[in-house]
């Protein structure tokens, strides 16, 4: 009996990549910079479906002194104060990693340590700005 040729040995044992289902994203495990993609598509998509209510919201701080105090009665309960925060956290994420999208098309930090510190950096600088945003939003400071 013959042997196979190299090539299909070498096909035969190359690790295969398959696709994920989604019920599978738990346990899989993505680098540093994985996590930042994936939130940065998020909150892409969260400023886009925010947006008419941010709009609306802004326009109603502005109409006059009655809109505003409403405003301010809608903005005091916790669930819309949980929402102002997932678009403050969206904005900071979508703006921290945009910066290292632009870095990295220009070539700056494309190798993988420097992408993957990049990737750590962009949590530790949106994470701890947005906690820094609650504070005043849930009446800390």
Known sequence: MSTPPTHALAARN???F???HVTQIVRYRLP???WVSILHRVSGAA???LLPLLLWLFDLSLMSELSFARLQEAASHGF???VLLGAIWAFLHHLVAGVRYLLLDLQVGIDKRAARKSA???LAISLPLTLLAALPLFGVV
């Open 32 to 34: 540093p910079s994985g």
């Open 120 to 122: 750590i950096a962009v």
């Open 80 to 82: 819309v104060k949980l």
């Open 14 to 16: 190359r690790r295969q």
């Open 18 to 20: 398959r696709n994920i």
């Open 47 to 49: 400023l886009f479906l």
